[in-house]
């Protein structure tokens, strides 16, 4: 298993994903990534976000 595919599994989402999943624009997660309110790892160049700190974003009710 190459290093990149643990970050393609459940556990993380792509900024797309995560913007869809909150339904904002590609621009407020990179703005979210930014100030710490997403975890995230960078795998060559590609951002993947936790998607667990997706979930409890979107719980916390910051976007409403």
Do not use: C, N
Request: charged share 25%; hydrophobic share 40%; aromatic share 10%.
């Amino acid at each position: 298993m190459s290093r990149k595919d643990h970050y393609d599994g459940p556990d993380f989402m792509s900024v797309p994903e995560a913007a869809r999943y909150l339904g904002i624009g590609r621009k407020m997660i990179y703005s979210l990534l930014e100030t710490g309110q997403l975890a995230f790892a960078r795998e060559h160049g590609a951002i993947r976000i936790l998607t667990a700190s997706v979930v409890d974003f979107q719980a916390r009710g910051q976007l409403t």
